[in-house]
Each structure stands twice: as C-alpha cells, then as structure tokens.
C-alpha cells in the first residue's frame, strides 16, 4: 500500500514530466530523474518480439544531458509544439520506496503553421523513487505504439 | 506519360516534378520496382526455420518471403488471387500455408493455390466450372536468390542474374558486413512526408552528410576533410561512401569549414562511449555505407550495423525500415555497444534524425513550379564517375542516369 500523499506525488511527477517537456524545460525535465537513471523509447513491435533495440537509449543521466545538448546545439528538426496527454497512471507494484508505474500517453506535435497532428501514443513502463513529498523516476520506459515514427524523434516523448 | 524534359543530359538537373507526378510514380512501380532490377527483401536471419516468413513490400507491391520445408526460400505477392485481398496480415510468423481470410483460398509454402472452398458448389450447385485450373491462380511469384545471407527478389525474367547486377563494389560490400552470422537486434520504422527518389538521393549525397549532420562534424565522425570518398558499381545505379576516423584533425576541419564554424571546441560529450570505435574489419573505414538500386541501404557506421529498405507509399510519402543486427558471436559487451551506438541513427539518430526534415522541406517546396528542376553539380557535370573525395554529389546524377534508362526517360546523347 502507499499513502495517498505518495499517489499524489507520483501523479505530480507525470504532470510535471509533461509540462516541463512541452515547455522545452530540458533542465527541469531532466531533474525529475535521480542521478543513477536511464531512459529508452522503444516501440511496441520490438518490445512484445523480446528484442532488445530502442529508438532511444540513454542508460545514465550523462546520456541523457548530451542528448539534450545534442537536441539545442547540433540537431536540427521540425519546428514544432509538442503537447503531452498522460492518463491512466496506475502503481502496480511497491517495494518499499520503490514503485512500478504505468501510464498511457498521447503526443500531438503543432506546427509553426499551426497544424495539429498526432504524433505518437503508448505506455509508460516506469521506476519512480518516492523521496519524501517527491516523485524521482530511476528507470523510465517509453513503449510506443505507432512504432512506425512520423518524421522523426528529436524532442522527447 | 508526358515527354521528360532535361535541361542538361548529365542528370545535373532534375526536374521536379519527377518527385510529384503520380503517372511517373506508377510507371517506376513497373519499371524500375516490378522491372529488371533486384530488390532487398529481408535478411536470412529473420527466417531461419522451415514455415519462417515475413511480410514486405516491393515498391508498393505486398510481398511475402518464406523459407518452405525444404528450406528453399521463396517469395510472392501477398495478394490472393480470388478477389486481390491481403492474404498474410502479420510482419512475420511461421505457417505450413497461407489462408486468406475473405473466402478461405490456402496457399502453400511456395505460393501455389492448393485449396477453395465449395470449389465443387454444396450438393452439386455452385462452385467454379470444371475447367477452373488452379495451377493458373497462384501468387504470383518472384525469381529470389539469397548473396551472403540477404536474400534479394525481382519480378523480372530479364533481370540479369544478382551476383552481376550487384557488382563486385555491392559484392564486397555486403560481404564484408556479412562476415558472420548474424543476430537481428530489432527494427526501427519511420514515416517520411516525402518522395522515396529524395532519400535514394541523400544517401548518395555525401556533401549534405557533414553539413546538415551537425553531430557528426562535432565529434569527428564524418568530416569532408577525413579520408574517404565515393564508388558506383559500372552502371552508376549503386553507391559506396566511406570514410576514415582519425584522418583529419580539428585544426584541419576548422580551417576547411571556415565559417561554418565546427563545434568540437565548445561541446563534448559526458558519455562518450557512444562514439567509441572498436575495429571489426580489415579495412579502417569507420563509416561505411552502400545504396543499392532501388530499394536498399547497407550500413556501418562506427560498430552500427544495419540494413535499410525503402518502401514507397504513393507520391508523397515512404517508410523507411531499419534492421539493426549484431554477429551472432558478439559478446554481451559488444551487443550493449551496438545496442548504445544505435542512438546515432534511425528516426531519432543523432546523426540522421535531420534526414526527416531536409526532405519533408525539399518535397513540400517542389511541389509549386513542377517545371524547375534542382541543381545536382558539386563535384562537377558530365562524366559520371568515382571520386577519392566527398564533396560530391555525382552519384545522384548516376543514381538518375539508370532510373533514366529503365524508365525510358533518357535525354538525346544522355551521359551513363
């Protein structure tokens, strides 16, 4: 069981996962992982065969804060907004301070023309750490859907 | 078909409507995809056991590739021959036939029509005529030979056979990744909102390659001042780009890229075991990566290893497929390495995320004033030939060159 200032505080996580990313708060993003972490996105097709291969993988933070350096000083991409819709979260497994959560999400990309389109949608297969009031992910897992990506993957999902 | 217009017989500039005409697009579906040239289907690997089989697209024919009970291998289009519906739905599976869902027709392992239900009516009513021959209904197949472990389709019986029309550069090439037996890692996908004759183009751009991929000047991986260059087999329609790491220094690429100021003094990276380079094969080459006509790509980069098939879906849009393997040796170091350096390509590749967009906005723009053409003359016209440097772009003219004469779209005096 947890309390429900825990479930709170996993729900806040999520918010501010999405908020941060769609506002290009790469710092902030990055500070709700703790410093041991990794992050993949991996799609459906590869992740239900068993096979190893991600579109992304970033098996520590220093991975993950090159990857944001990469994105504002050497990538070059669509301009766009992104807007992340996150539902469904759901604790499915406590070990002490060490929780299970899975969430679905939905990703719309806006143009600068403004056209909407839908991007991306999957689950969320994650290690959140609870550290008094806060939610830290350690392990974050993004299993998309449409594994046949539109365009690109450059900001994150 | 309208009559092509080129504005100068060395392919130096292509018209743009080449990349938005839907008559053109259906008659490259004939003659180039469905015509005498060999199409990459999918690598040995991925159907090992008898019944193995994948479903794939050439151009934008379904097709299905199976390895039969003999472990022969075979393909054929995936489309029954009853009412022309999708007969294999999955990506892959393992199955002793093929058993279309609308009205139940089965196929067996090599495509031939071998069952249709009430095919003799309910109580002597219905059914087909007895002169129905079932030998005549089968999907239709194509010729397929398999060169190191990847296993090549054409629908042509004039296609010469894959050992010539591959060459001795394609040969060695696919040879060389192919060392070993491999281990597929998994597969990337992405979408492109372009025509596929723009990516055919850009992976024989090698002068885009360290301009638009500001990643790979950064951290050395690809620079124009490094050792490499660029070969075609004799026809032109293939391409090799290669490079050595290591060849040039910053000071030299700063120099050469003058204002395009690099990076690399400013940016380093925290985790660089993503660009660690471990030696595999005999040659230095870090990057290594052959186009093949039409519809495929073989790929080193670094210790990235992969396979790419382009799959058209209409004028404006391809799927763009990515097989990433490892040796079937490998130790778990080496796959965790490749699995790592599998972040600098694909949809979300640091070095190739920018391919998306750079043809997203070629093809958008084109699209207006169908009667102006781009400008294809780094490394200069005429002749179409190898070069020992890349600032280039003559094997887009050689890539052009052999879509021309398949097409039948070649200018008077056309340059080969």
């Given amino acids: ?157 | 078909m309208r009559k092509v217009h080129w504005p100068r017989n060395d392919y130096s500039r292509v018209p743009y409507y080449l990349y938005h005409d839907a008559e053109i697009y259906q008659q490259e579906q004939a003659k180039v995809f469905r015509g005498p040239s060999w199409s990459m289907l999918c690598l040995a690997a991925e159907i090992p056991l008898a019944g193995d089989f994948r479903t794939t697209w050439v151009g934008d024919t379904p097709v299905i590739v199976q390895r039969a009970q003999d472990l022969s291998v075979h393909a054929f289009v995936n489309r029954c021959a009853h009412r022309g519906a999708l007969v294999r739905r999955e990506t892959s599976g393992n199955a002793q036939s093929h058993t279309c869902i609308y009205h139940r027709w089965c196929y067996s392992q090599k495509g031939d029509l071998t069952g249709i239900p009430f095919q003799r009516g309910v109580r002597g009513q219905g059914g087909l005529d007895k002169s129905f021959d079932k030998a005549e209904h089968g999907l239709q197949a194509l010729r397929v030979e398999v060169y190191k472990d990847v296993v090549f389709g054409t629908f042509s019986a004039d296609t010469e056979p894959l050992s010539d029309y591959l060459g001795p550069m394609m040969r060695e090439h696919i040879a060389t990744l192919m060392r070993a037996p491999i281990k597929v890692l998994g597969y990337q996908r992405q979408a492109i909102d372009g025509n596929w004759k723009l990516y055919a183009e850009n992976l024989r751009d090698t002068y885009h390659a360290s301009l638009l991929h500001e990643f790979l000047v950064t951290f050395g991986l690809d620079r124009a001042t490094q050792q490499g260059g660029v070969a075609m087999d004799d026809r032109h329609r293939h391409n090799l780009t290669f490079a050595v790491a290591s060849s040039d220094s910053d000071a030299e690429a700063n120099q050469a890229y003058g204002a395009h100021k690099l990076n690399s003094d400013k940016l380093t990276l925290r985790a660089p075991a993503l660009l660690k380079f471990l030696p595999e094969f005999e040659d230095q080459r870090s990057l290594s990566i052959s186009s093949m006509f039409p519809n495929a790509a073989f790929q080193r980069l670094n210790n990235s290893l992969a396979v790419r098939q382009i799959q058209p879906k209409g004028v404006d849009k391809f799927v763009l497929v990515w097989t990433f393997f490892g040796y079937a040796d490998d130790t778990p170091e080496m796959s965790e390495h490749r699995l790592r350096q599998m972040n600098l390509l694909g949809p979300a590749g640091l070095v190739s995320m920018e391919d998306a967009e750079a043809i997203e906005i070629a093809h958008r723009t084109s699209r207006v004033d169908a009667d102006r053409h781009s400008v294809i003359e780094m490394g200069g016209g005429g002749e179409i030939s190898d070069r020992n440097y890349r600032v280039t772009d003559v094997p887009l003219r050689g890539f052009w060159s052999y879509y021309a004469e398949l097409m039948g779209i070649e200018p008077e005096g056309a340059v080969r």
């Fill in chain 1, 1 to 157: 069981m947890i309390t429900a200032e825990q479930r709170f505080a996993v729900y806040d996580l999520y918010a501010q996962y999405a908020s941060t990313a769609d506002a290009c708060l790469y710092d902030d993003w990055l500070n709700l992982f703790l410093p041991v972490c990794s992050y993949r996105i991996i799609a459906r097709e590869n992740y239900a065969a068993g096979l190893p291969l991600c579109l992304m993988l970033c098996e520590s933070r220093d991975m993950l804060i090159d990857r944001i350096v990469a994105l504002e000083q050497a990538n070059e991409y669509a301009i766009h907004v992104d807007r992340h819709i996150i539902s469904g979260i759901r604790v499915t497994q406590v070990q002490g301070q060490l929780l299970s959560v899975e969430a679905d999400f939905l990703l719309g990309q806006t143009n600068s023309e403004g056209e909407l389109s839908l991007y991306v949608m999957g689950t969320y297969k994650d290690t959140v750490q609870i550290s008094g009031a806060q939610a830290y992910f350690v392990d974050k897992t993004v299993i998309v859907d449409n594994g046949c990506i539109p365009h690109a993957i450059s900001t994150p999902i």
